[in-house]
Every structure is written in C-alpha cells, then in structure tokens.
C-alpha cells in the first residue's frame, strides 16, 4: 500500500509539473479534488506551487498531501472567488471550492450531508465568502461553522434531512440567506431530532433575494436565530412547523418581500430578548440592539395560527407598525398559564410592551374563545395606516382547578374574576390608548364580554376615524387604581361607537368630550351611549365638537359651549340629515328599531340593520350652535349623494340631501335625566 501511495504521488507530481507551464500560459483552470470536494485555482492566482519531500504540495497557501488527491486537471470554467458551491445530487454532494479562499475552508461530506469549517485572515476579511447551494437531495443538509460574516446563496436547492436541521448554523455572526432571483428553494428537516430549527443560525440571520424559498420544521420550529433576523425582498412560506414559523432573539424587522405562515403549532412569528438583564431597547440603525422589539416596515405578511392561545406575531418588547399589507388570522382557543395564573388566548398582534401604528393595512381576524385583535401589555399609539379588526369567538373562562370551558352568556362571564376568564376584545390595552393624525380603525366583535376596543388605563382621541361595533363596551376605559385614571377623552377625529349590549363610549373614570364627531349607540336600557363612572363621582363633561347619541347620556353630566337636543320619535334604518345653525353638518343613519328595546347595529345604505328595538329611546344631538334634524317623508325618503361616507356607510360629510323635508321636534336635553 506505501508503495502505491509513493507511486501515486509521484504520478500527480508529473501531471502538476507538466501542466504548471500550460496553466500559467493560458485562462485555464487547475481543479484539485480530495474525494467530493474540488479546489479551484485559476491561471492567474494559481503563483507558485511548492513541494515538500515529494509527499506534499502547497498552493494558495494550501497544502495537500499527494497520497490524498483522488484527481486533477485543469479546463476552462469560470471561478468566482471567495465562493464555494455545492451541487447536490440525490445521495450525494459534489463542492467546488474558489482557490482563493481554499485555504480558508475545511470540507466534509458524507453522503449529501456537508459539514464546512471556515477561518478567515485578513486576506479576505470584509469580502465575505458566499456559499452556494443547489440540488436536490432527501437526505442532506449543510453545517456551517465559523467566526466570519457569510452569505448561504439558495440557487435552486430541494434540501431534506429527516434527522436534524436542513442548514445548521454555529456560526454566531451575521448571516445572509438569500434566495437567487426566479429560483424555488425547499427546505425540510425530520421529526423526531433534537434541532432547534429547520434553518437555525446562532447568529443573525438576514432574509433576502428576488428568489422563494419554503420552509418545513417538523420538530420545532421553522427558521429559528439565536440573535435578530430581518426580511428583505424574499417571498418566504413556512408551511407547517411544530413550534414558531419564526424565533428569534434581540429584535425581527420585515423591510419588504411577501412572508407566508400557516400549519404552525404555535406562534407565527415570535421575537424574545436575549436576556432581560441587558435590555438596550431600540438603538439607531439597530446597532447592538437587544430590545425584543418586532419592526414590521414594509411588504405583505400573511399569517394563519390555529393553536390555543397562539399569537400571529409577538414581541417581548415593543412592536412598531409602519408599513405594509397585514393579514392575520387566529383560530385557537384559550389556555390556562398555571405559572402565571391567569387563562390566555390568542391574539394577531401581541406586544409584551407598547406598540405603535403609523402606517400600514392591518386585517386582523379572531375567531377562537376569548381571542384578541390586538392585545398590548404597555400602550398604543395609533397615528395612521387602516386597521379593519374581527373578532366572533365568546368567552373562555376558567375553574379553580383550571379545567376551561366556554361562555355565551355576560351574565355568567360577570362571575368570574379578571384572571379567571378571557374575554374577545378588538384592541385590549394594559396601558393608555392615544388615536390620533390618520389612523383609520375599524373594529367589530360579537360574543360574551365583545368589547371593541379598552384600555385598563385611559384613552385620548385626537384625529383620525374610529368605528366600532361591539357586542358589549364598544371603547371603554377601564378603571385602573394604581394609576387612578379610566378617563376617556376626545379633542377630534370621527368616531363611532355602536354597542348591541352594552355602552357605546364607557369611561370608568371622566370622559370628555371636546371636540371632532362623535356618533355613540347604547343598547338601551340601563346602558348609555356615553356613559361616565357617576358611582365613583365621575362625570361627562361635553364642552365642543358635534355629538349625535342614541341612548341616554350619563345622568348629571355637564353641558356647555354649545347645545343639546333630543327626540323620542324617530324612525329605525332612516337617513336624517344634521344641521348646526341651518349649515349641513352630515347625514347619518339610524340603528334598527322596533318595540323590544335594544337595538342592533346599523346596515349601511340600503342595507339590512341587525335585529332589536328602540322603544322610545332618545335621539340626542349636540352642536356649537342650534342643532336640528330633517328627514323625509313616507313618499318623498331622504336620499344622499356623493360626499364622504364614514362609518362603513353610516354617515355622510360633504354630500348632497335630496327629500329630508321633515323637521323633526326637537326638546332641550336636561343632564339630569337618564335611568
């Protein structure tokens, strides 16, 4: 065996010896291959090569042992430096490495599993080397292992490994994984392993490129990083995973690109900090950041979660909406936290601190027990984007063993204390709400406890347009005693606010009305269209702005700089047309009314209103100056045309009466009626 090995050496050293004249002459290439893997050295880099005792030969900086090399020889391909390709095929893999960089990468492969090792030196430092993938194989992977930035390039891959990660990342600096333009990329991994991730990397990940890639995770979850990971321009599909379709740490930014999550066992997408003793927050340009914070900048995100009490997209700090095409569905029902003591649900957007909306179309949707459209720990901010929010699932409750059950009644939901039950909220907010500029919100909710939007410390509407229509509170401002607040308050902006069962506006503690438009709806009863906390010496101050209220006002509520009127006769379904001192204000339309009491939510025009009744509820209406009402007649309806249509078609600025030649008799409100 020596002396074939002796003899082998010697014949490579011919074969080098007599084509190192030929090569250096000519745009040829030297291929160098050690079994799978094949080194690459053109003409021109290819200098001087040197031997060492006849066993041993140096090029580039990298020495072979003769006895090792299974073949060389030398062709005309193109090498691009600082690159390293791997081609695989079925049950194996072939890697072609740039000569520049051979020196700085060790190869393994088994099979169609290849493991790389890189060091780098200065020679090659802040011109990363590129790992390019392609193939198709059942059973392989890629292992890469470093302390160097690095760009994994996916060039048309199908890679499957049914015992651990498809790509596996010990490399903790940053990495890109960018999909090649108009390539489909498929990765899978196997049940079973102890992976973390179909696509793990301990450090960044940077999602990117003009190709697709799909990601199966079918032992945890689907792409995981143990730092921060950014989408950019990449059309992304997670199609199932057994944990997160997303994990990460630090902080997630999508800037751009299409990103599609279902089949998920838990969260969408999930964003936690590394540690919570090293807190940085947001830092410019995200540099060292470890906020726990989720970016969404740009792009369309779609993502459908059917586990109890998942989230489509969480962050353990803060969560910044600015731009881009939402789509979230959750359809899971409730759990009960033992650590934590409390039932949980679902919730598209949760954020463990504040959150922010400043751009962006949001449709949020929840259809499980006790789900949430938007659930935020801290406070929100809304200053512009459209966000349309659905939520139809009732209540989930919890014993004192923790055995959960459903609740379609409020009644029985009111038996419950706070950390027992779990109600389906539109927007729930721990903290302040401020709406404000251009924030276009719409929320619907239905179901035991369906309250449209609350706070458990205070709102303040200043600007934008505001719709809901709530099954119970549609906004409501909790009372909250650390903070001593619960005051609801509106300075501008359009705002509707239509609840089936409960109070329209409902603040636990002051509310204030100072300015923009307010259409508010109790469902009638003992429940208000504005309601203040009067039992803990509350009240409703109305100072400005123009108010149009089906139901009662809050009993001994202070009215000034304009002035309130009211009606017991009007019509159900029935345009009228507002006016403040003979000047059109809007036309609106009324809820559906009949002999029950209650009534249900208005249709828009000439469409169908829910069901209930009126009775002889009050039609208020408050301007800064006289208010009146016209209508139509039997024969002749009132009819609007053109104009601005808010509210889903409720009410009309700006347009065109035709018919509304009926005044309706109006009565001087007196504050200190009500119930």
Not at 314 to 335: H, P, Q
Request: glycine share 14%; proline share 1%; charged share 15%.
């Amino acid at each position: 065996m020596k002396q074939k090995n002796i003899l082998k050496a010697a014949l490579v050293a011919a074969f080098l010896t007599s084509h190192f004249s030929l090569l250096t002459s000519s745009a040829q290439t030297l291929n160098v291959s050690v079994g799978n893997v094949t080194d690459q050295y053109p003409a021109a880099q290819a200098g001087e090569m040197t031997y060492t005792g006849g066993t041993a030969l140096t090029i580039l900086g990298k020495t072979y042992q003769l006895a090792d090399i299974t073949k060389t020889f030398t062709d005309e391909s193109s090498v691009k430096d600082n690159n390293v390709n791997v081609v695989y095929n079925g049950t194996g893999a072939l890697v072609y490495v740039a000569g520049n960089v051979a020196q700085y990468v060790d190869v393994t492969v088994n099979g169609a599993h290849v493991s790389i090792s890189q060091k780098n030196t200065d020679a090659v430092d802040g011109d990363e080397i590129t790992y390019t993938l392609s193939g198709t194989t059942t059973d392989g992977s890629l292992a890469l292992d470093g302390k160097y930035k690095c760009t994994v390039s996916l060039a048309g891959v199908s890679l499957t490994n049914p015992n651990g990660a498809a790509i596996n990342i010990t490399n903790k600096k940053r990495i890109q994984v960018s999909a090649k333009k108009n390539t489909e990329n498929v990765l899978a991994d196997g049940a079973g392993g102890s992976q973390k991730a179909c696509l793990y990397s301990k450090g960044q990940i940077q999602l990117q490129g003009n190709g697709t890639l799909t990601v199966t995770g079918n032992t945890k979850h689907a792409i995981k990083s143990g730092d921060y990971i950014t989408v950019k321009n990449l059309t992304l599909n997670i199609t199932s995973a057994a944990g997160d379709g997303i994990s990460c740490n630090k902080y997630f930014q999508m800037k751009s690109g299409t990103v599609t999550i279902k089949g998920v066992a838990d969260d969408g997408i999930q964003c936690d900090l590394e540690t919570d003793d090293d807190n940085t927050g947001e830092t410019t340009d995200h540099e060292d950041e470890n906020s726990g914070n989720v970016y969404l900048e740009g792009g369309t995100l779609n993502v459908t979660v059917t586990a109890d009490a998942a989230k489509g997209v969480k962050s353990e700090g803060d969560m910044k909406v600015s731009d881009g095409d939402i789509t979230i569905t959750t359809t899971g029902g409730g759990v009960w936290d033992s650590e934590d003591v409390k039932t949980k649900a679902s919730s598209c957007l949760s954020a463990d601190g504040n959150m922010t909306i400043s751009g962006s179309k949001l449709n949020l949707t929840s259809t499980g027990a006790g789900g949430k459209g938007i659930n935020v720990d801290g406070k929100l901010t809304a200053t512009g984007g459209t966000a349309t929010i659905k939520t139809t699932g009732n209540a989930v409750v919890a014993s004192n063993t923790g055995a959960l059950s459903v609740v379609s009644s409020s009644q029985e939901l009111d038996r419950y204390s706070s950390n027992y039950k779990s109600s389906p909220k539109g927007i729930k907010v721990d903290g302040a709400i401020q709406i404000s500029d251009n924030a276009v919100i719409s929320v619907t909710t239905s179901g035991a406890g369906g309250e449209g939007i609350e706070s458990k410390n205070s709102i303040t509407i200043s600007g934008g347009q505001t719709t809901v229509v709530a099954s119970d509170d549609a906004i409501n401002a909790s009372y909250n005693s650390s903070a001593d607040s619960g005051d609801l308050t509106i300075t501008g902006g359009y705002v509707y606010a239509n609840s089936t069962g409960n109070d329209g506006l409902d603040a636990n503690g002051n509310l204030y009305i100072k300015g923009g438009l307010v259409y508010a709806i109790g469902s009638g009863g003992a429940e208000k269209s504005i309601d203040a906390n009067t039992e803990q010496q509350k009240k409703l101050y109305i100072t400005g702005g123009t108010i149009i209220a089906v139901g009662d006002l809050e009993s001994g509520s202070s009215i000034s700089g304009g002035t309130c009127k009211y009606t017991t006769s009007w019509n159900g379904q029935q345009w009228y047309a507002l006016y403040n001192g003979g000047t059109l204000v809007a036309a609106f339309k009324t809820p559906t009314k009949s002999s029950g009491g209650g009534w249900g939510a208005p249709g828009g025009p000439g469409g169908p209103g829910g069901p209930g009744g009126g009775g002889s509820q009050k039609l208020i209406v408050y301007t800064s100056s006289t208010p009146t009402i016209n209508t139509g007649t039997t024969n002749t309806p009132m009819t609007v045309t053109g104009g601005t249509e808010h509210f889903d078609g409720v009410m009309n600025i700006g347009g065109t009466v035709a018919g509304a030649t009926s005044s309706v008799t109006l009565s001087n409100y007196s504050s200190g009626g009500g119930w």
